[in-house]
Each structure stands twice: as structure tokens, then as C-alpha cells.
């Protein structure tokens, strides 16, 4: 029984879901420690010292188990083309009962009405509002053929599964970042329970551009180019380490400014 249900753990981690691989691996090391301890070698001993045998096979299997899945997880995770937005940590500086669109680090934008901010490309919009007291952020973003690249319907987010349109993406609970095909930032977003910390680039198959970015000194753009203009180089900075597949929910570390003298 014990090796069918080993045996059944690694074709869950190789193929399915880790979780239920380790799950189904450690009744395996049940099965196992209840084995050793009714083998007739083992009888004979003292029923403390079988328990410490027992224990023994359980918690070096269970170490064995998380050395091993645990990069396996981390993969399957980094994976995933859904999720959803959460978080417990409010916005610094917003007037109570205000809810705010920030640019990356910089300028921010508040309300303290409903907020939506209308991206016009396509129609797509980004809509920025409150649901139960807290932020709710919905929004597509395309790429210059009009393919999806990521969409987020009241913080619930899809990316699209093509490769040659979404180069890699990664995440954790309140973040999410999604690149083109050529590996740059097509949106990067921070959830807040009052508001939204942003920057993205909103484009369309006629030429139309629509970028939200934060410059070198800090302040917030909205750019808008219609078509035929000469449209600039996105370069929205990367907030999340790559590739995700090694550095899942890992965030870049940015040195810090020298002091003033």
C-alpha cells in the first residue's frame, strides 16, 4: 500500500498538483511507519522504541517530501494564468473616504467618489471603484495586434496562454506583472485596500497607444498617441525578478539613493 500510494504521489507532482502530491506522499509515510513498526524484527522491541522508529521515518520523509516539492511548487504557482488580488494594507497619505490612482511611486490621483479612469483604446476601460468598503481594479490590456495580454474583472486576473504574446508574467498576493512578447511591461499593478499603485501600456491594432508610467524623476505620465505618431520606447521598469519560473513573487531590489550631503 505504501509504495501504490508513493508510487501515485509522484505522478501528482510530476503531472498534477503538488499539493495533493505531498498530501498522498505523507499517508504513503504513514502507511510506511505502521509497516516498519508491525515487521516481526520490530515487535520484539520495546513499544517507545518502535515509536521512535515510526517518528523517525515520518519526520525524515516529511523533510524529504518539502526538499524536493517545494521547487516543484514554487514552479506550479509561477505558472498559473489566474488569480485574483488581495490585500490588507491601505495607501500612506489618502484622505479618509478617498481612493487614489497612483503612477508608479509618484503622482497620485484621488477621488472621493467611485473613481474610473477611462483608458479609450479598443474600448477597453481601466475602472478603479469600491467594492465592500475596499479598491476593486478592472482593466484589459492588448498588445499592438489587439491580442489579449492580461485582463482583471474586480481584482480576478487571466493572463493569455500564448507565449509569443505574453513573454512571462509573475505575481504575489497583491501584485501582479505581465510582459509583452518582447519582454517589456505591459502593466504592473499594486492593490491597496484604498486604492491602486499602476503604470501599463494600453495599446491597440490601429496604431492607438495609451501608456501610464512613471519617469526616472519620479513623476507620473499619461501618454496618449494616436496613429501614425512616432510612439516611444516603453520604458516602464520591471518590479518583479525574471524568469518567473526561478524567482516566483520576487520582487527587484532597488539600491537606495545616497544621502544628501
Known amino acids: 500500500m505504501a509504495v ?13 498538483q503538488v499539493i495533493l502530491a505531498g498530501l498522498l506522499l505523507f499517508v504513503a509515510l504513514l502507511a510506511l511507519a505502521s509497516l516498519v513498526g508491525n515487521l516481526e524484527s520490530m515487535v520484539e522491541m520495546s513499544r517507545r522504541r518502535r515509536w521512535q522508529v515510526q517518528a523517525a521515518i515520518i519526520i525524515l520523509g516529511a523533510g524529504l517530501e518539502v526538499y524536493f516539492l517545494y521547487p516543484l511548487w514554487r514552479e506550479e504557482m509561477a505558472q498559473r494564468l489566474t488569480g485574483e488580488l488581495a490585500s490588507s494594507e491601505a495607501m500612506a497619505d489618502v484622505p479618509d473616504g478617498s481612493y487614489c490612482m497612483k503612477i508608479g511611486t ?21 475602472v478603479l471603484r469600491e467594492v465592500d468598503g475596499k479598491a476593486s481594479l478592472s482593466t484589459v490590456v492588448r498588445d499592438a495586434s489587439g491580442n489579449l495580454l492580461v485582463e482583471i474583472v474586480d481584482n480576478k486576473w487571466r493572463v493569455a496562454k500564448e507565449t509569443t504574446e505574453v513573454w512571462d508574467k509573475n505575481y504575489n498576493a497583491n501584485k501582479l506583472e505581465v510582459l509583452d512578447g518582447k ?7 499594486e492593490l491597496f485596500t484604498n486604492g491602486v499603485r499602476i503604470e501599463g501600456d494600453w495599446r491597440d491594432e490601429y496604431g492607438e497607444d495609451v501608456r501610464i508610467w512613471q519617469a526616472d524623476d519620479k513623476t507620473g505620465h499619461i501618454d496618449t498617441f494616436k496613429r501614425g505618431e512616432v510612439i516611444p520606447r516603453n520604458e ?4 518583479f525578478q525574471y524568469p518567473s519560473k526561478e524567482h516566483w513573487g520576487e520582487l527587484v531590489i532597488r539600491p537606495h539613493p545616497p544621502p544628501l550631503p
Open 4 to 16: 501504490i500510494l508513493a508510487i501515485g504521489g509522484v505522478v501528482l507532482a510530476l503531472f498534477l
Open 106 to 126: 509618484g503622482s497620485k490621483l484621488c477621488t472621493q467618489k467611485p473613481v474610473a479612469y477611462l483608458v479609450g483604446v479598443l474600448g477597453d476601460r481601466l
Open 183 to 189: 519582454g517589456l511591461v505591459a502593466l504592473t499593478v
Open 236 to 239: 516602464i521598469r520591471k518590479r
